[in-house]
């Protein structure tokens, strides 16, 4: 089992920042990839970031592409979402998850349904 904690998650003005962070505990050396997910009220949950935990590879969303920033910390067993230039449309619940399989990585990593653990969430609020 990987067990995944979420913080960093508040109001934000339009144009502003926040740092996510992910800890991750368990069987961390399971997981091969991590990834961030949101859902905002009323909408189904979407991909925002994924990283490949040993090459460091990283993917993003068109709607967050050079606004959001994805790490890893592989001694801390953390990842970090760096979200820039925050829009209101930003507003959503972020999820990490832990995905354990390797295989097809590259092409599947958008796909909520191929990842083995989540974690609880952290809110994320930006006001207009």
């Known amino acids: 089992q990987v067990q995944l904690v979420e913080s960093g998650g508040g109001l934000v003005q339009a144009g502003g920042s926040l740092r996510l962070s992910c800890a991750a505990s368990g069987r961390t050396f399971s997981v091969y990839a991590m990834g961030w997910f949101r859902q905002a009220p009323g909408k189904e949950r979407e991909f925002v970031a994924g990283?490949?935990?040993?090459?460091?590879?990283?993917y993003y969303a068109d709607s967050v592409k050079g606004r959001f920033t994805v790490s890893r910390d592989n001694a801390n067993n953390t990842v970090y979402l760096q979200m820039n230039s925050l829009k209101p449309e930003d507003t959503a619940v972020y999820y990490c998850?832990?995905?354990?399989?390797?295989?097809?990585?590259?092409?599947?990593?958008?796909?909520?349904?191929?990842?083995?653990?989540w974690g609880q969430g952290t809110q994320v609020t930006v006001s207009s």
């Open positions: 998850a832990a995905e354990t399989n390797p295989t097809y990585y590259s092409a599947t990593y958008y796909l909520g349904r191929h990842y083995d653990y």
């Open positions: 990283i490949s935990r040993r090459s460091g590879n990283t």
